[in-house]
């Protein structure tokens, strides 16, 4: 299986609505029934929800910072 993310931004023309994400690709056909605000929560959703997979992700604020 390879797992691959991107993450996507958009914005309108006048600047007043934004929307962004992470896309999930599984052997390179996007999974487009899910939305992912990161790529962790798209790796943890296969783990758990594709492979059974128990996750216990604890979000360190120092992640945003590297």
Do not use: P
């Not at 006048?14 to 939305?35: A, H, M, S, V």
Request: charged content about 35%; some cysteine; hydrophobic content about 25%.
């Amino acid at each position: 299986m390879k797992i691959e993310t991107e993450d996507y931004f958009w914005e309108c023309g006048d600047g007043c609505c934004t929307q962004y994400g992470t896309y999930l690709y599984i052997d390179g056909k996007l999974l487009e029934d899910r939305e992912f605000s990161s790529s962790g929560d798209a790796y943890q959703y296969v783990l758990k929800e594709m492979l059974g997979h128990e996750v216990d992700y604890i979000y360190n604020e120092d992640e945003d910072e590297e």
